[in-house]
């Protein structure tokens, strides 16, 4: 056996099996950081798919090698076009996921281009596969000098392509070898503070749930009774520019009060960021935060999360935690699971290839529905329990709506995998009046001050075109985006509403509710005075820029 026929096979693990596994060696680990860890079975199955390509390559080249000229050069020729196949869909791989990481910024890229090409990608990808390997077949019977020259350049990008092991093997074999840190949890005392031993606080932030469609210019016909009476019986600030344009740097910082520019994880899903101020990755500090201040006052602070790793993140500082991950990784929508052992996973990948070759693998889009589903049932199933645990007086719940794909349907109010946007805004006001009934049947009901928020506002830019985007979200639309955010905030007892409409930083949440657990803030005239005292720098934001926050 050759040298360079295990170089060729390695390479030939890197191409094929690069969709799988690259989420897992980026350098931001942001794949490591917003899943459950550890990663153990999962990564390992990968290593052993890995090891089963390059003995299956070598096989193959040795078989190959062995017959006559003629078909020595229709199999490598063979070869050579699943090789160039690869590349072609691994570069444009590299490129969409470049452009939809654009579009997550808030670049100006044309969507709407981003997604009809990955449709269209995904629609001819196999048959460009079978048309490169019979013209290369074809090329090797009529003109084997040309072939020949084919099958060298793949031959040879396939050895020097096995050569990135040198790093990508070791992110990979940490994960899967090495055992993960684990961050220590202070005890719950269920301490009370003697200022306010009643009261409580329930902080509902709605991903993605604009304030403009809202309450401003919401669709004829749209009723959405639950969260209008808040908005009727609380204070608003109306005219909130967004703090970013994705929830991972959004929420951590309201939550620590400064911006941040850019968040990146170490193999243990530790929290890193950059802010403005300060240009270099600084550990995120848990204490400085709105949950540290709640659980130094004793309003001992508890969370549902969604997508980000609250129970990572926040770990020493809650006394109650859970938190869904969104989407999973590749090997996962193949079928693999952290719960299997590493050969299962491993016989599960090639399967899954194959199916995916042959057209029989469920959609993508059906995949995200269903997760999406999931996680919302899964969350209000745990957000009924936790604010029934009175106990927990500061109850922050993350919920995954009226983020995109739809999965509503507004007019049964039924669960489903068809709907848009629209529907799952009346699916965000479906969940507000479940999640009020819990809280009126709590014995703090009357003292329980209600924040309903979102972190961003329906982002146009990143959805228009999109698979599932209906007419229907283009016409409410317009194609054009309007970033406010949702902030309100209903105090127990208010019979009437306030809106503030200055243009004001969204960081200015995290002062409001820091005051609210200091006992500072305790009625509507204290937020708004407040306010208009309000002496962050950043106090008028600039209004022709709405993205200004995002770079």
Known sequence: MRARWLLEGAGAAVLFLLPYFYPLVLPSNLTIYHHHLPLTNLVRGLLLDMLGVVILVVAVIAIVSRLSPRWRQIGG??????????????????????????????????????????????????????????????????????????????????????????WIAPPLFSLAFVERAHHPRKPSVFAQSPASSESRIVWILFDEL???????????????????????????????????????????????????????????????????????????????????????????????????????????????????????????????????????????????????????????????????????????????????????????????VPHPPGFYDRHTHRLTLGGNYLDNLVLADDSVGSLMQEIDLTAAADRTTVIISSDHSWRIPMWRGAPGWTAEEERISQGRYEPRPVFLIHFPGESYGREIPDPLPELIEHDIIAGMLKHELKTPEDISVFVESSGRDERKPDQADPLRYNR
């Open 210 to 400: 604009s304030y403009d469609l809202l309450f401003d210019h919401r669709p004829a016909g749209y009723t959405l009774p639950n969260l209008e009476k808040l908005h009727s019986t609380g204070i608003s600030l109306g005219g909130l520019q967004p703090a970013g344009f994705v929830t991972e740097r959004i929420v951590p910082s309201l939550l620590a009060g400064q911006p941040i520019d850019g968040i990146r994880s170490d193999f243990n899903g530790r929290l890193l960021y950059k802010s403005r101020a300060q240009d270099r990755w600084i550990a995120y500090d848990p204490d400085k935060t709105l949950f540290g201040l709640a659980h130094a006052g004793g309003w001992n602070p508890g969370v549902l999360g969604w997508y980000n790793p609250y129970c990572r993140i926040f770990r020493s500082v809650l006394d109650a935690c859970s938190w869904e991950q969104d989407g999973e990784l590749p090997i996962e929508f193949a079928g693999a699971s952290e719960k299997n052992s590493a050969f299962a996973n491993a016989l599960i990948l090639p399967y899954a290839v194959l199916t995916k070759l042959s057209g029989a693998s469920k959609r993508p889009r059906e995949e995200s529905r269903c997760g999406h589903i999931r996680e919302y049932q899964d969350i209000m199933r745990k957000a009924s329990a936790l604010i029934r645990n009175e106990d927990i007086r500061f109850v922050f719940l993350h919920l995954p």
């Open 77 to 166: 020729a063979c070869l050579a076009g699943f090789v160039f196949w690869r590349f072609i869909g691994t570069l444009l791989m590299f490129i969409d996921q470049w452009t939809l990481t654009r579009v997550r910024e808030g670049a100006p890229i044309n969507s709407r281009l981003h997604w009809a090409a990955t449709i269209a990608w995904s629609s001819v990808a196999h048959p460009i596969a079978i048309g490169l390997v019979l013209l290369l077949a074809t090329l090797a019977w009529w003109k084997p000098a040309i072939s020949r020259f084919v099958v060298r350049a793949a031959r040879l990008s396939l050895a020097g392509l096995s050569f990135s092991l040198l």
